[in-house]
């Protein structure tokens, strides 16, 4: 194969046969189209004995919006190459990827089919104890080994040289920093919420804090992120937990993956008050996905603490009173996006089926306002929460609107 073209379900079957050792020539192999995310194509592939891999394709624009915005292919090479980075680093918890065609934009990957995807799961109320100390090994081995600590500083600015990524950075910068804060026309804002979402269009100590948090985004590149590590990016079962979807990957601020996970945590958190009736068992929920975020915390920091004292490469960065200082900035700036997170969710374009799949809209309203109210309380006050228990005692006490 060789130009670009769209894969049909044929195509698809055809790239896994060519580069996958699971398949032999004679096998009947069926394809199906199974994309529901914002951007790719996805095609499940299989043979008759059930052996399938997945086809993952990057149209040449955003597939939630059409050939109207256009967007680089080049991001199945980003995704590629993060997963294989990643993969390298914390093989358990990251999806393998078989092969990559770069003309194509297709991957080749393994299927996690018998995985479920995270934010489902969550929404149906179950619960995965060993979820946050797995993300948290993820968490910790991917970005610490990608950071100064590390790489010196030759290796350091030719991997992020690599991992640019302009145009799906941009989508970020956009969706995340800007949009939520002014009267946008990508934003998605359901009615009963407008006078709180108009607040935030007039309300400038918050957009300062957002300011700061995006200047970061953009100037700050401590390691090789995901770059969108939200609950529909991870697949989950009892016993294992592997991350997909790294096509949003740069080097940015480590606080930006981990702050994504806390807020669709609290996303979850709050869309609780509206899909759970039973008031012990969403009580009982919540209490899991508080003791979640606590626990991925405090793993992510024990393991990445652990890390620096035992693995820095740079003599400076070895001094112990400097690795606290750089963890305890990561705290606040995962706080940050985290509350940057909760809000666009809620009132930006991408929203996010905790919110959604409320059928009764004065409650799904309530959870909105509270998502907001939460999201602004983290961001303005992530400096002066020093603990994970602080924030979760927060979000506790913080009353449903
Ligand atoms: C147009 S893309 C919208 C969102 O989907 C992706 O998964 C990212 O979260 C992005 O912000
Ligand atoms: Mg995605």
């Known amino acids: 194969m060789s130009d670009y073209q769209t894969f049909t379900a044929d195509d698809a079957k055809h790239f896994a046969l060519s580069h996958a050792d699971a398949f032999r020539d004679n096998d009947q192999l069926e394809a199906e189209e199974f994309g529901d995310g914002n951007l790719n194509l996805v095609f499940r592939v299989k043979n008759q004995q059930g052996r399938s891999l997945i086809v993952k394709q990057a149209l040449p624009y955003a ?86 600590f590390v790489l010196n500083g030759l290796q350091k600015k030719a991997e992020v040289a690599r991992f640019l990524n302009p145009e799906l950075c941009l989508i970020t910068e956009d969706l995340f920093f800007t949009d939520p804060y002014c009267n946008h026309e990508r934003n998605n804002i359901h009615q009963a919420i407008l006078p709180q979402a108009r607040e935030l269009w007039h309300d400038e100590a918050l957009q300062a804090e957002v300011a700061r948090l995006k200047a970061d985004f953009l100037s700050k590149p401590q390691a090789l992120l995901h770059g969108d590590v939200h609950s529909g990016s991870i697949f989950v079962s009892a016993k294992q937990c592997k991350v997909i979807d790294a096509e949003f990957g740069f080097y940015g601020p480590i606080g930006f993956d981990v702050g994504s996970l806390l807020g669709n945590l609290l996303l979850s958190y709050a869309g609780q008050f509206g899909l759970q009736e039973d008031t012990a068992a969403r009580e009982q929920q919540q209490a899991y996905l508080l003791e979640q975020i606590e626990t991925l915390w405090l793993n992510f920091a024990s393991t990445f603490n652990q890390l620096m004292q035992t693995q820095t490469k740079e003599s400076s960065f070895a001094n112990s009173n400097y690795q606290s200082f750089f963890l305890q900035q990561v705290l606040a700036d995962s706080i940050g996006y985290a509350g940057c997170e909760l809000i666009r969710r809620t009132v930006g374009l991408a929203h996010v089926a905790d919110l959604e799949q409320i059928r009764h809209e004065p409650q799904r309203a309530r959870c909105e306002r509270f998502a907001l109210a939460l999201g602004r309380q983290l961001i303005m006050q992530r400096q002066s929460l020093s603990t994970i228990a602080q924030l979760t005692t927060l979000v506790r006490h913080l009353p449903l609107p």
């Open 63 to 148: 597939r939630c919006v059409g050939e109207s915005w256009p967007l680089t292919i080049d991001r199945a090479r980003i995704e590629a190459e993060v997963l294989l980075r990643h993969g390298r680093l914390c093989p358990e918890h990251t999806v393998k990827v078989l092969h990559y065609d770069a003309a194509l934009a297709a991957i080749l990957m393994e299927d996690l089919g018998q995985l479920e995807i995270l934010r489902s799961a969550l929404v149906a109320g179950k619960q995965f104890p060993l979820l946050a100390n797995q993300m948290a090994q993820y968490l910790a081995q991917t970005l610490f080994h990608t950071s100064d």
